[in-house]
């Protein structure tokens, strides 16, 4: 029900979209989300929006150089990353929640993102 795409390997400095291509339930109520899994750490959350609405959240570590967004045409949930770090580097996943549920109970496949300098 979530397939993430849009990884691939970059320099530092680069940018780089991601989208999550959600179907087979309508996400009107949910919150979408992105997080990352870098080699050897936990996943961490990355930045979440609710379909349903324009407010964002962002990880400290990303604020300001990435942006979610939701595309209701293509039905995606899209993350723009700038100004990309080594520390970027990870397995990118999109998740889905409900807006009433804190936990995340629908995941998308992996995209990986290598940042290179």
């Known amino acids: 029900q979530l397939q993430a795409f849009g990884g691939g390997l970059v320099q530092t400095g680069s940018s780089l979209r991601l989208s999550c291509a959600a179907s087979?339930?309508?996400?009107?109520?949910?919150?979408l989300g992105w997080f990352r899994q870098a080699p050897g750490k936990e996943r961490e959350f990355v930045a979440s929006?609710?379909?349903?609405?324009?407010?964002?959240v962002y990880a400290d570590s990303v604020k300001g150089r990435f942006t979610i967004s939701r595309d209701y045409a293509k039905n995606t949930v899209d993350l723009q990353m700038y100004s990309l770090k080594l520390e970027d580097t990870a397995i990118y996943y999109c998740?889905?929640?409900?807006?009433?549920?804190?936990?995340?109970?629908?995941w998308g496949q992996g995209t990986q993102v290598t940042v290179s300098s």
């Open positions: 998740a889905a929640r409900h807006r009433a549920i804190s936990d995340w109970s629908i």
């Open positions: 087979g339930r309508t996400f009107g109520t949910y919150a």
């Open positions: 929006i609710l379909w349903s609405a324009s407010s964002a």
